[in-house]
């Protein structure tokens, strides 16, 4: 199963996101939480210390590569493994809950914060 929380700023959304994770992880459900707002708080909603928190590595945008599948079309691949990924950049929490929080921005833009 897959879930996804979207809406505009302020809308609850990390609340939202960290308190299901949470439901559905005490239900034993191994729970992967990937953050991908710039400013990332999904750790502190999920009950990681915010010392914790403080020390995750974000994912870098550079684990994802941009190839030519065999018909010419562009895709995107990850230079790493899942396991790899998970651990260079995950965070454990509780519950059984994972955490991965992707990479800031590199300039404030439009739509993206």
Same mark, same amino acid.
């Given at each position: 199963?897959?879930?996804?929380?979207?809406?505009?700023? =302020?809308?609850?959304?990390?609340?939202? /996101?960290? &308190? +299901?994770?949470?439901?559905?992880? %005490?239900?034993? @459900?191994?729970?992967?939480?990937?953050? =991908?707002?710039?400013?990332?708080?999904? /750790?502190? &909603? +999920?009950?990681?210390?915010?010392? %914790?928190?403080? @020390?995750?590595?974000?994912?870098?945008?550079?684990?994802?590569?941009?190839?030519?599948?065999?018909?010419?079309?562009?895709?995107?691949?990850?230079?790493?493994?899942?396991?790899?990924?998970?651990?260079?950049?995950?965070?454990?929490?509780?519950?059984?809950?994972?955490?991965?929080?992707?990479?800031?921005?590199?300039?404030?833009?439009?739509?993206?914060?």
């Amino acid at each position: 199963m897959r879930i996804a929380t979207v809406g505009k700023g =302020g809308a609850g959304k990390t609340t939202i /996101a960290g &308190t +299901l994770a949470r439901i559905l992880a %005490k239900k034993e @459900n191994k729970i992967l939480a990937i953050d =991908g707002d710039p400013n990332p708080n999904l /750790a502190l &909603t +999920l009950g990681i210390s915010r010392e %914790k928190a403080n @020390n995750i590595n974000f994912i870098p945008h550079t684990v994802m590569k941009l190839e030519e599948d065999d018909y010419g079309e562009k895709v995107l691949k990850m230079s790493l493994s899942e396991n790899d990924l998970f651990e260079k950049y995950g965070t454990k929490g509780p519950d059984n809950i994972d955490l991965i929080v992707m990479g800031h921005p590199a300039d404030g833009t439009a739509g993206s914060g």
